[in-house]
């Protein structure tokens, strides 16, 4: 087995735990917030959308499905394109609302393609590349993405929780 066909299963496992976390809940479910401190599952599905689009388009070089396929505009989130909920506070966790869980899932399935369709592309040799020079080591490209999917996994379970909470709300 190829390490990129690892990776693709794990992004499907989070493309699977996504659709579980939000199905069936409604607008104002999505949003529940077990405080005003924690986040809501529309948030959470959101930013680890928004993170694996980041940051697969920085790695293939290309735009992000967020601005190009117009998900931004459907969303009509109070936040510049560029934004991925990275360091959001309380306020600005709130203000991710959407009209269904199936927004969520739609945005999420459109960036999953996106990103099989890279892996498909790439080679074991491809994630020796190195991708991000900042760090000591440089990051390659394989950490890169199993650092994508770490966070979204995390994510993921995260808004998987706070669904049990919203379902034991009923």
Same mark, same amino acid.
């Given at each position: 087995?190829?390490?990129?066909?690892?990776?693709?299963?794990?992004?499907?496992? #989070?493309?699977?735990?996504?659709?579980?976390?939000?199905?069936?809940?409604?607008?104002?479910?999505?949003?529940?917030?077990?405080?005003?401190?924690?986040?809501?599952? =529309?948030?959470?599905?959101?930013?680890?959308?928004?993170?694996?689009?980041?940051?697969?388009?920085?790695?293939?070089?290309?735009?992000? #499905?967020?601005?190009?396929?117009?998900?931004?505009?459907?969303?009509?989130?109070?936040?510049? =394109?560029?934004?991925?909920?990275?360091?959001?506070?309380?306020?600005?966790?709130?203000?991710?609302?959407?009209?269904?869980?199936?927004?969520?899932?739609?945005?999420?399935?459109?960036?999953?393609?996106?990103?099989?369709?890279?892996?498909?592309?790439?080679?074991?040799?491809?994630?020796?590349?190195?991708?991000?020079?900042?760090?000591?080591?440089?990051?390659?490209?394989?950490?890169?993405?199993?650092? #994508?999917?770490?966070?979204?996994?995390?994510?993921?379970?995260?808004?998987?929780?706070?669904?049990?909470?919203?379902?034991?709300?009923?």
């Amino acid at each position: 087995m190829r390490g990129t066909d690892l990776l693709a299963d794990a992004f499907g496992r #989070i493309r699977e735990t996504v659709h579980g976390a939000v199905k069936g809940l409604s607008a104002d479910e999505l949003a529940y917030r077990p405080d005003d401190g924690s986040n809501s599952v =529309a948030w959470l599905v959101w930013h680890l959308t928004r993170v694996q689009d980041d940051h697969v388009a920085d790695a293939a070089g290309t735009s992000q #499905i967020w601005s190009d396929d117009g998900w931004d505009r459907r969303f009509g989130l109070p936040f510049p =394109a560029e934004e991925t909920g990275y360091r959001h506070d309380a306020d600005e966790v709130a203000a991710v609302r959407v009209s269904s869980g199936d927004l969520l899932t739609g945005y999420h399935d459109a960036v999953h393609e996106r990103t099989l369709r890279y892996l498909e592309r790439l080679s074991d040799d491809d994630l020796d590349r190195v991708v991000d020079t900042r760090w000591d080591p440089p990051v390659t490209l394989g950490v890169r993405l199993v650092s #994508i999917v770490s966070d979204d996994l995390q994510h993921a379970g995260q808004a998987s929780y706070v669904r049990g909470l919203v379902l034991r709300r009923r």
